[in-house]
C-alpha cells in the first residue's frame, strides 16, 4: 500500500515533442505528490507538485494531471528541450506527517535535438 | 547559503572497513534524511531525524547508524562495509513550501564502492 509505480523506466522523445511519465499510488491517505528532476551527478530537485484537491497545475512548460478515483498522476513536458534530458523521480506523502516522502523508481529522460 | 553539503563525493572501501558520511545543512530545516540510490531502484531511506537528539528507521538501516547531535549535521556510519553497500548516497533536508506542501534540498551525493 506503501508503493508508488512509475513508468516507463525509460523514454526517448524527439526534441519539440511532449514526453509523459505516470506514476500510481495505493494509499488513499496520500495527499501531495510531487515530482523531482535529476542530472547526472546531483541530487534530486524540486521541479512541481500538486495536491489532491485540484487536476492539474501547470508551472512553465510543465504539468501534472491528477485522477483521484483512478490514483494516478502523470508529468508532461510541452515543448521539450534537450536540456529537460534527466530522471524524473515522482513521489507520495501526507501533508501532516513528518514529511516522509514515498518515491517512484525514475524515468530516465533523453530529448533527442 | 550553501544548503546540504555531503562529503566526500566519492569514497571507495574495502569489505569490513567502516566510514562516516557527512551531511551539513545551514538553512535551519529540523527535518534530514539519509537516502541510497541504486540504478533503477529508485530512493531508499535508511534513516531520517526530525530534529536533534531525535532519530528514526527508515526502510533499509541494516548496516547503517546516525546521530544527531545538532540541527545542522546528520552523519551516517557505515560499519563493516559490504559489496551490497556500493550505491550513491544522498542526504536531504525538508522544508514546507508556499503552497502549503513541503520540499526537500539534497546535497549532492557520496558515490561509495566496496570492494
Known amino acids: 500500500q506503501q508503493q508508488v509505480k512509475q513508468s516507463p523506466q525509460s523514454l526517448i522523445v524527439q526534441k519539440g515533442g511532449i514526453p509523459i511519465i505516470n506514476c500510481a499510488y495505493e494509499n488513499t491517505a496520500f495527499d501531495y505528490f510531487p515530482w523531482y528532476q535529476q542530472f547526472p551527478g546531483k541530487g534530486p530537485a524540486l521541479l512541481i507538485a500538486i495536491r489532491p484537491d485540484v487536476s492539474e497545475k501547470k508551472e512553465g512548460r510543465f504539468t501534472i494531471s491528477f485522477n483521484k478515483s483512478a490514483k494516478q498522476f502523470s508529468l508532461h513536458i510541452m515543448d521539450s528541450q534537450p536540456g529537460d534530458s534527466a530522471t524524473y523521480f515522482c513521489a507520495a506523502g501526507r501533508l501532516n506527517s513528518n514529511y516522509q516522502l514515498i518515491w517512484g523508481a525514475g524515468t530516465k529522460l533523453i530529448i533527442k535535438p | 547559503n550553501a544548503g546540504v553539503t555531503q562529503t566526500p563525493k566519492f569514497r571507495i572501501l574495502k569489505i569490513g572497513q567502516s566510514m562516516t558520511l557527512q551531511c551539513t545543512q545551514d538553512?535551519?530545516?529540523?527535518?534530514m534524511y539519509w537516502y541510497r540510490q541504486d540504478p533503477g531502484m529508485g530512493l531508499k531511506l535508511i534513516y531520517y531525524?526530525?530534529?536533534?537528539?531525535?532519530?528514526d528507521k527508515g526502510e533499509v538501516p541494516n548496516g547503517y547508524n546516525v546521530s544527531r547531535s545538532t540541527t545542522e549535521d546528520f552523519p551516517l556510519r557505515l560499519e563493516l562495509a559490504a559489496p551490497s553497500q556500493t550505491s550513491v548516497y544522498f542526504c536531504?533536508?525538508?522544508?514546507?513550501?508556499?503552497?502549503?506542501?513541503?520540499?526537500?534540498?539534497f546535497g549532492s551525493g557520496t558515490r561509495l564502492t566496496v570492494v
Open positions: 531525524s526530525v530534529g536533534a537528539g531525535i532519530t
Open positions: 538553512m535551519n530545516h529540523n527535518y
Open positions: 536531504a533536508s525538508s522544508y514546507t513550501s508556499f503552497s502549503g506542501g513541503y520540499g526537500y534540498t
